[in-house]
């Protein structure tokens, strides 16, 4: 029988390493993919300017918070919010609530 092992979906890290689960929305259903303790607790603060959001993984400012793909986290004892850009995000943005990332890319 034939086993598939895999990492966590938003990073290099190797299968066996702590995983959990961060879900989003697709067009019908949710979507569920693995992610490592370092990638859940990975986090950029918000810049200081009014309406504008950073993606978590990467620090890219945008001034639209629906051009981020937003992920509920659980793993362990961890719980909680990550917002990434289509970069960061595997397969992209959420395809039928996210907005195109280039044109609301804030200028740093």
Do not use: N
Not at 57 to 76: H, Q
Not at 78 to 92: D, N, T, V
Request: glycine share 10%; net charge negative.
């Amino acid at each position: 029988m034939q086993q598939t092992l895999s990492g966590c979906a938003f990073c290099d890290s190797p299968p066996g390493a702590e995983m959990g689960e961060a879900h989003t929305w697709g067009k019908d259903e949710r979507v569920t993919h693995p992610i490592c303790v370092d990638c859940a607790t990975q986090t950029r603060s918000d810049p200081d300017e009014r309406d504008h959001h950073a993606c978590d993984g990467c620090g890219l400012v945008v001034d639209a918070l629906a051009a981020l793909t937003r992920f509920r986290v659980e793993l362990g004892h961890l719980e909680g919010p990550l917002q990434l850009c289509a970069r960061c995000s595997p397969g992209g943005l959420a395809t039928y609530w996210t907005r195109d990332l280039e044109e609301h890319l804030v200028d740093g």
